[in-house]
Structures are given as C-alpha cells and as structure tokens.
C-alpha cells in the first residue's frame, strides 16, 4: 500500500504563501506522476498542478504564475509552493500519487485564505 503524509496548510491573509508538503511511502514503484488537487465546498476536486516522473509539469489556468509544484524523487515528496494567495484560492487541498491504473490519496489539508 502507499501512504501520502501531507502538511503544510493553514489560513493566512491575502497575498500571503503557504508551502504545502506530501511525502509517499510504503509500496511505491511506477509512480507516472504526483500532483496537487484541490476542492472547495460544493465544488468537484480540481487539478491544481502535477508533475510527472520526468519532470513536466501542468497547472491549472487560476494559478499560473502563482503557484509552483516540485519533487525530491529521492524522497518521493512533491511540493506546492503557493504564493499570492486570493480568497478563492480557499479549499481542502489534496495530494495525488498516480500509478498506472490507480491513484492514491492524501487526507487533505485545509487552506484557508481570508481577511
């Protein structure tokens, strides 16, 4: 089995960043991609960005130039550095592992950006 161990969010002000953290043990082995999801209240869980095993990276179109995913493979870790944070950014954010033909889950971590 694989367990994805997340931390990292909390509530800040507009404008602040929070850095979010997820780190995967257990089973892991081809492993095609890791990636940040997020859901808000009454809203289906989105793509916020995700980085595959070579490196390449997507985001959502909301966080561009804000937001910046990265790896450690030697950890099996993946960060989401989250800067200029709006309200809307608000949501429980989740770490996603993706083997083939299954994906794995974080617990999620509430983010929270309010004035």
């Known amino acids: 089995q694989v367990q994805l161990v997340e931390s990292g969010g909390g509530l800040v002000q507009p404008g602040e960043s929070l850095r979010l953290s997820c780190a995967a043990s257990g089973s892991i082995f081809s492993i095609n991609a890791m990636g940040w999801y997020r859901q808000a209240p009454g809203k289906q869980r989105q793509l916020v960005a995700t980085?595959?095993?070579?490196?390449?990276?997507n985001y959502a179109d909301s966080v561009k130039g804000r937001f910046t995913i990265s790896r450690d493979n030697a950890k099996t870790a993946v960060y989401l550095q989250m800067n200029s944070l709006k309200p809307e950014d608000t949501a429980v954010y989740y770490c996603n592992l993706n083997r083939p033909g299954k994906d794995y889950w974080g617990q999620g971590t509430q983010v929270t950006v309010s004035s």
């Open positions: 980085i595959t095993r070579v490196g390449s990276t």
